[in-house]
């Protein structure tokens, strides 16, 4: 190889390291997702294949709409709004291409005219409102009529099954008979019924039916009413079970009065709330913890599922304009 022809490869060599260099500090600056952006919108805009169907609104969560709002994701109760206005619009069918995993927590709302930042203080607990974000974004999708979710996962767990709520219902009428039934039922449907946290089945069933009976139960008088002396023993599953008790009860409510399901959720939560417990929903000082806390959640399950079961949500198939043909 002669000194010319060496010389060139070394320059190849030096040209390609430095191209290699550059391309990873473009890369690790980001500025190849930004050309990537800038020629996706390219892309979908010239080279599209699929036409534009007058009948078809798409409402973008953009950039804009993030500075107006403030960054996502946004509060349900938000949200709702999204899902109520193109319903009084006419829209014939709305899809939501978000996908709701886990529980919004509520959320205080402090009015407009509220001076935080120079008086904070003067800002008492009356002035306070309570966001329902979950029950907004619920009595949305019901209102509007035909909604097409992302996606529903039922519940499946032993708590929930129908053979647990048979020993319960069991336990109540006294019929011990019919107890013994029932929990044959549950191991022979679910083997893996043996164990409900540290508590067997039939112990968690008991445990549900006295919450049932009284949801505001310590964790202590329920222990001291079963005859357990180790307290720990239940603390894997009185929070499941606590909840599963009121959502029987939250059940039972609303069917005493089938007219309930039209409150509007935060009417529902004070109401069914001193219905059920006894207590004024003014004396609440928190929702984040105890009885409260469960009380909003298993409230929100049950707002949900009437939402999810009371009216289908999801059309089967869907309609011809909402799965438009691609070209290959």
Known sequence: MSKRQRRARRHACLIGLAATIAAC????????????????????TYASSIPQHPDIVLIDIDDASLEQVGRWPWPRDLQAPLIAIPAELGARRILVDITYVDAEPLRS????????????????????SVALPDYELRAAIESSGAVYLAFHHPPSDVLRSEAFGRIIDAL???????????ADELAAERPDAATIGSLGALDAARLTALLVDDPTLSLSDCAQRLGIHEVDRLGGAYSDCRSLALLRRLRAWFAEQPQRWRLKPHEAFAAAYEAITGRSIETVTGLKAGVEGAFALALREVLSDRA????PLVA????????PAIDA
């Open 25 to 44: 500090g473009l890369y690790a600056a980001g500025w190849f997702d930004r050309l990537e952006w800038i020629t996706l919108d390219w892309r979908y």
């Open 109 to 128: 709302l402090v009015p407009a005219d509220s001076d935080l930042i120079s008086d904070p203080l003067s800002l008492g607990p009356d002035a306070l």
């Open 308 to 311: 999810t079961t009371a009216r």
């Open 172 to 182: 109540a009428s006294g019929d011990d008979p019919a107890v013994r039934r029932a």
């Open 316 to 323: 089967d198939p869907p309609p011809e304009w909402a799965a």
